[in-house]
């Protein structure tokens, strides 16, 4: 049984920091892309960052760039997402997804994603 867990949520004010961090058990971590995507209320599900199965492909929503950074540890089928400069704007609930891949390559649809966690409250105050 596949499982996906966030953590890492919390109350921060405008212009902290914070890491989000991803647990997926029951499936060959190495093997998915893996995916960030977050939703405030009243608005669409959008993607955030995604990574390929090796790391070496990134993407980041226009909004977030250079902000926000994605990363993973294969070994501990764990992924993290460093966020910084938070503006109130990030404020959502963020959900981590894996992906089936057939390549070394992560999409920022979330469509394409297989597995869902129960997502984690971020909320940034001004």
């Known amino acids: 049984q596949v499982q996906v867990v966030e953590s890492g949520g919390g109350l921060v004010q405008a212009g902290g920091s914070l890491i989000l961090s991803c647990t997926a058990s029951?499936?060959?971590?190495?093997?998915?892309?893996m995916g960030w995507f977050r939703q405030a209320p009243g608005k669409e599900r959008e993607g955030v960052s995604c990574i390929s199965r090796s790391g070496r492909n990134q993407y980041y929503a226009d909004s977030v760039k250079g902000r926000f950074t994605i990363s993973r540890d294969n070994a501990k089928n764990t992924l993290y997402l460093q966020m910084n400069s938070l503006k109130p704007e990030d404020t959502a609930m963020y959900y981590c997804?894996?992906?089936?891949?057939?390549?070394?390559?992560?999409?920022?649809?979330?469509?394409?994603?297989?597995?869902w966690g129960q997502g984690t409250q971020v909320t940034v105050s001004s």
């Open positions: 997804a894996a992906e089936v891949v057939l390549a070394d390559y992560c999409s920022a649809s979330n469509r394409e994603y297989n597995y």
């Open positions: 029951g499936l060959t971590f190495s093997s998915y892309g």
